[in-house]
């Protein structure tokens, strides 16, 4: 079973930037896509990115298109979510997950989420 561990977040000023990573114990990501998501109080949790981690295939939000970008360290069975040009409406707490199901785009669709990490982007 995927078990995953985020990092990287923090408070940065609109227009900063962030990287997060997404650690896995347990079974690796080959098999699988690895999605970010980010959920601000009183919402639901919503997609971000995947990547599609055998491929490198990657898919984003339209809201982040041109600023965020995933990427994946085979080696280190590590995924990362590149986050520049941030706004203040990119502030959440982000997750990271695994999925089998192609296409995935749903949080229900994922497993293995951590404890997430904040991103706080003030104006």
């Known amino acids: 079973q995927v078990q995953l561990a985020e990092s990287g977040g923090g408070l940065v000023q609109a227009g900063g930037s962030l990287r997060l990573s997404c650690a896995t114990s347990?079974?690796?990501?080959?098999?699988?896509?690895m999605g970010w998501f980010r959920q601000a109080p009183g919402k639901d949790r919503e997609f971000v990115a995947r990547i599609t981690w055998r491929t490198g295939t990657e898919y984003y939000t339209d809201s982040v298109k041109g600023r965020f970008t995933i990427s994946r360290d085979n080696a280190k069975n590590t995924g990362y979510l590149q986050m520049n040009s941030l706004k203040p409406e990119d502030t959440a707490v982000y997750y990271c997950?695994?999925?089998?199901?192609?296409?995935?785009?749903?949080?229900?669709?994922?497993?293995?989420w951590g404890q997430g990490t904040q991103v706080t982007v003030s104006s």
């Open positions: 347990g079974r690796t990501f080959s098999n699988y896509h």
């Open positions: 997950g695994a999925s089998a199901i192609v296409g995935a785009m749903s949080a229900i669709e994922y497993r293995g």
